[in-house]
């Protein structure tokens, strides 16, 4: 991912001019910008050696900042005593001035934390477009001394302007007077960069430096000393990457570096060939910008069925703003939609048409121009607003859905053409866990947390507790399913199954690894009449249990061959082409299985950002061949009978993998994936292996499904850092086994950023999904039932019922980005896709009436053993600690804490249920529960 810098400069005046930049990489998916200083230290002279500092502001919208020209304030020896600042823009035209700080802009700087410390310091606030600038600093009448300028970020950590670029000019002299550029990278990811030295060509307003050094050379060491690079004519070698950079020098005297630097420490110097001395400038560029060198920004929106409309339609959408915020570029696809295509808009807050596509005419690329411009009231400034703030979405009307069919909204997306590497994370602290990370770790791996279990994990440790979760055996659905008594079982003994499972089930770490898994590989009992089949759905989530610790490519394989997955997404009975009779093969599962089940739409590195080509946008993983191809793969397979394989009269089998049926398979050679062709007259069990075996080897594999699955057990924002380890695990679990789930599951949750101590980070954690709260609730407190069975019930409340999602695109999208704060911070909240007003009040009054009366029917009621916390309701203080370490892994706030303890002792305490029921109600529908973290 190409990430913006962080700049805070450290310097210190030599006989030359030594400058220290540190920067620190910060990734996009956390803040898309950071704070900046720029500074240089050096003696200001005159004419044309006077101090300059350079800089490039890059992205788009403006950018705030503040300059300073320290002079009178350093505390050394010939300090300048009297600086005057001059800002230019890239014109050379002074676009802000400044001589002493207090006779302009006072307030603002002060404010601003920005006042120099003596009042003929010179300092002064400016927000600048995109563009070039120079700092320049000269002494009042023209007197000399050492003077220190600076540059420092005023924008918060979201804005989409950034310094792209930092120079230093100076007199490069001999021995220890020659010029020094130190910086220090910090961050999960390599930086890719490029050093050059400017000398024979440096001029000013088009005029040559007197001066300026003839033949430069440039030398790059790491932080122990050792050179790691080196050049004097940049043509001598990396020609062809440096002039890729677009920015190559222009004198082949000249020389440039381009490389990839890890996190750490390092130092360029510069000297005269053959101890010359002159003039020189050297210049550091960030080769890892965001999407296109010409400031504009990246927007996407993945297109599904909108509102509670049933679609299998599905699309993508790209926005690219200009730099200039004045237009836009807009491209989108779209398939699978139930009928012909009515009208394409681009709606604001409320439904406002902000851009309607049935008018303008598409660019020769399919592209379409759009220049803003007042709609009505909303003004061009309320459409930039609404877009930023993932306030904007794209639907697609048809016939059948005149107020649209599949809609999305824009979301900013961050990218690069590199493929970076984090560093190793901090080490775990050794010893045993804390109650805290029992607890932590019992909410990202199980169901909820016990107390009992928490005890065990805290005596065992973490890696014993995976294990004997790992050789425990999977308590299975089917057996309660078929034990119901129930012929023929329907969805109600599925749930039941679920449920007993959840809570009760001792596997509990697949049990929760299988639910993740349901949310990805989706089959619902919504649809294709999966709602009567009780032995379908509990057989497919059998699959998912069954291979929760086993191999992807197992996984694949007994999901795509599963009955209930071939009924939902049509590739059971699906038949090769028959042109007589207009038919050709059914492109559902085809699309699906890569779309949402294995790859994804764009291509990813392997943190899990997108892969941008050298236009800067995304890459699409695959076309309409390879559905084409594949739709003809998953061709001639049918419920399992004995005897000959046939076509008809074959009854309904859910409980075994279908087969195949010869006569009905495309047996033509086909094309799939990536441009790999399936040679012709292979059976649809060959074609079907080089298939799927062609998918599990796909790069995105292991990003796409291991940041679900993170986001999932952990946090809905994992760094990239975190995505890149867990994917290359999925990529070589250490013994050369591509797709281990079992090591993927630890990789999760071992990982530093599951069980280190950032759990407070803008971003950290996720929200709660609502059955999640109820098994929670259920599990941490014993709950139980007269028969022992839990018919849990009235889960329409939650908004959410297991394997009954809307579509095949689950509750909801692992993209989703809540419009307002959230998109605004570049943050994904998945579940808050499905979280209302009217939810948040359901639920609560669902998780009311289990705490105080129980769910389920009247005669199976499950109730909440709430005899310990009865125990210690006459201390306050002690139950909500109790409460706290038990349902909030020791997370409850000071202010929530004091407020609890003051609530509760407002109950009597010879109302022992009252203060109880009242305490745990408090804690499960408090903000600081629901973002688990």
């Known amino acids: 991912m190409r ?4 700049i805070n400069q450290q310097l210190r005046f030599c006989a030359g001019a030594f400058v220290c930049f540190c ?7 956390q803040a898309p910008s950071a704070a900046v200083n720029i500074s240089t230290r050096m003696r200001v002279e005159t004419g044309d050696n006077v101090l300059i500092g350079g800089f490039i502001v890059i992205g788009a919208g403006q950018k705030r900042v503040a300059v300073r020209a320290l002079g009178p304030s350093l505390p050394v020896v010939g300090a300048l005593n009297n600086p005057i600042l001059e800002l230019h823009d890239a014109t050379g035209a002074i676009v802000a001035s400044n001589d002493n700080w207090r006779t302009s802009q006072q307030d603002g700087l002060i404010a601003a934390g920005m006042a120099p410390a003596d009042d003929l310091d010179a300092a002064l606030i400016a927000t600048l477009n995109v563009g070039n600038y120079t700092a320049v600093v000269r002494g009042v009448s023209d007197a000399v001394g050492v003077a220190l300028v600076e540059v420092y970020d005023l924008d918060g950590p979201q804005a989409t302007a950034r310094f792209a670029n930092i120079s230093t000019r100076g007199r490069v002299q001999t021995g220890d007077d020659v010029m020094i550029g130190g910086f220090i990278l910090r961050g999960d990811l390599p930086k890719r960069m490029i050093m050059r030295v400017r000398g024979p060509t440096l001029s000013l307003n088009g005029t040559p430096i007197p001066g300026r050094l003839d033949d430069p050379t440039l030398e790059l060491f790491d932080g122990n000393g050792q050179r790691i690079s080196e050049n004097d004519s940049w043509r001598s070698a990396q020609e062809a990457e440096i002039a890729a950079s677009s920015i190559p020098p222009t004198d082949d005297r000249e020389p440039a570096i381009v490389v990839s630097l890890n996190p750490g420490n390092y130092t360029a ?35 599904r069925a909108q509102g509670s409309n049933v679609s299998n339609g599905s699309g993508s959408a790209t926005l690219r703003l200009a730099g200039d915020e004045k237009s836009a570029v807009l491209a989108f696809n779209y398939t699978n939609l139930s009928a012909p295509v009515t009208s394409i808009h681009i709606h604001g807050p409320g439904g406002i048409i902000l851009f309607d596509l049935d008018d303008p005419i598409p660019q020769p690329d399919g592209t379409f121009i759009w220049v803003f411009a007042p709609v009505g009231n909303t003004t061009v400034a309320d459409i930039l607003a609404a877009l930023k703030s993932g306030q904007t979405y794209l639907n697609i009307h048809t016939s059948n859905y005149p107020t649209g069919e599949i809609a999305g909204f824009f979301n900013f997306s961050a990218g690069g053409q590199a493929a970076p590497a984090p560093t190793p994370p901090p080490a775990l602290a050794a010893g045993t866990p804390t109650p805290t990370d029992a607890a932590r770790f019992l909410e990202q791996a199980t169901f909820g947390p016990k107390a009992a279990q928490i005890t065990q994990v805290r005596s065992q440790g973490f890696d014993a507790f995976l294990n004997e979760q790992f050789n425990a055996p999977p308590t299975y659905l089917l057996p309660y399913v078929d034990a119901s008594g129930v012929i023929p079982p329907a969805f109600a003994q599925v749930q039941e199954a679920w449920w007993n499972r959840t809570i009760a089930a001792p596997d509990q770490m697949r049990q929760r690894v299988a639910f993740a898994l349901s949310e990805i590989l989706v089959v619902s009992a919504e649809s294709a009449g999966l709602g009567n089949e009780g032995v379908g759905l509990a057989t497919y989530y059998d699959v998912l249990l069954r291979n929760a610790f086993g191999n992807f490519r197992t996984l694949l394989d007994e999901v795509t061959l599963n009955p209930a997955m071939g009924r939902f997404l049509d590739m059971l009975r699906n038949e090769k082409a028959d042109p007589a009779r207009g038919r050709i093969p059914n492109e559902n599962f085809a699309r699906e299985i890569l779309q949402l089940f294995s790859i994804g739409t764009y291509r990813l590195h392997l943190d899990g950002s997108l892969a941008f080509s050298s236009l800067g946008l995304p890459i699409e993983t695959y076309g309409q061949e390879a559905i084409l191809g594949l739709s003809e793969v998953f061709t001639g397979w049918t419920y399992a009978h004995t005897g000959t394989p046939r076509w008809n009269g074959v009854p309904p089998n859910y ?75 999925f990529n070589n679990n250490g013994q050369g086994v591509r797709g281990d789930l079992r090591a993927v599951v630890r990789a999760i949750l071992m990982d530093y950023d599951a069980r280190g101590e950032s759990r407070s980070g803008q971003g950290a954690g996720h929200l709660r999904e609502p059955v999640l709260r109820v098994t929670s609730l259920l599990r941490a407190f014993g709950a139980s039932t ?7 019930t009235g889960l329409s409340a939650l908004g959410q019922t ?36 009217t939810t948040v009040v359901t639920i609560a009054n669902y998780l009311r009436n289990a705490v105080n009366f129980g769910l389920g029917p009247a005669d199976n009621r499950t109730t ?21 370490g038990l349902l909030m892994a020791s997370g409850m706030s000071p202010e929530m804490r004091s407020i609890m303890i003051t609530t509760l002792d407002r109950i009597a305490a010879t109302n022992p249920t009252e203060r109880v029921r009242t305490a745990i109600y408090l804690i499960v529908t408090s903000p600081e529960y629901v973002i688990q973290k």
Do not use: W
């Open 269 to 303: 110097i510069v000297r005269g060939k053959n101890g010359t001395s002159g003039v020189g400038l050297i210049e550091f560029y960030d080769l890892d910008q965001p999407p296109q060198a010409d400031g504009s920004t990246l927007y996407l929106s993945q297109l």
């Open 864 to 884: 909440l053993n709430l005899a310990y916390e009865l125990s210690i309701a006459g201390n306050s203080a002690q139950l909500v600690d109790h409460l706290n």
């Open 786 to 792: 007269p028969t022992g069975k839990f018919s849990i």
């Open 23 to 29: 920067l620190t990489a910060s990734a996009f998916s």
């Open 3 to 6: 990430k913006p810098f962080r």
């Open 655 to 729: 409980r075994d993998p279908m087969i195949s049926v010869p006569s009905r398979h495309e047996t033509e050679a086909k094309v799939i994936l990536d441009g790999v062709a399936l040679p012709a007259n292979q059976s649809a069990p060959e074609d079907l292996d080089d298939a799927l075996d062609t998918i599990f080897a796909h790069p995105n594999v292991g990003p796409f499904i291991c940041q679900q699955l993170i986001q999932r057990l952990v946090t809905s924002n994992p760094s990239p850092g975190y995505v890149h380890r867990v994917a290359s695990i």
């Open 802 to 837: 297991p394997l009954r999602a809307p579509t095949v695109f689950n509750f909801f999208s692992p993209d989703y980005q809540s419009p307002g704060p959230i998109a605004e911070a570049h943050l994904k909240s998945p579940e808050f896709q499905i979280t209302t007003e």
